[in-house]
């Protein structure tokens, strides 16, 4: 499977971005998803994932309350609700898919990210 992800941009801290991403060459609903992201000088780190069913959604703490993932295996594409947005969610954001939700931290596919920058 092709993970393309879009969806980042320049905001304001507090503001709102959905972030998409599309698969193409296979089928969504075959695999567990995730978010990770890396900023500027550190290493990518799990910000959520979804199983294939939407029944669990685990979470970083840093992203609770405030980030949402959600997914449309009909339109083979994976969302991630991010609002109240901070500087330090400032970072490269790529999606991820994996055969299973237990090891969707060593996920086999990886999209080419997608920028969030998160102005003062």
């Known amino acids: 499977v092709q993970l393309q992800a879009s969806g980042g941009g320049l905001v304001q801290a507090g503001g709102s971005l959905r972030l998409s991403c599309v698969a193409s060459e296979g089928s969504l609903s075959e695999y567990a998803m995730a978010w990770f992201r890396q900023a500027p000088g550190k290493e990518r780190e799990f910000v959520v994932a979804?199983?294939?069913?939407?029944?669990?959604?685990p979470y970083v703490d840093s992203a609770k309350g405030r980030f949402t993932v959600s997914r449309d295996n009909a339109k083979n594409t994976l969302y991630l609700q991010m609002n109240n947005l901070q500087i330090e969610d400032t970072a490269v954001y790529y999606c991820a898919a994996d055969s299973s939700l237990a090891t969707i931290d060593r996920p086999h596919y990886w999209g080419q990210g997608t920028l969030v920058t998160v102005s003062s």
């Open positions: 979804i199983s294939v069913s939407s029944a669990r959604t």
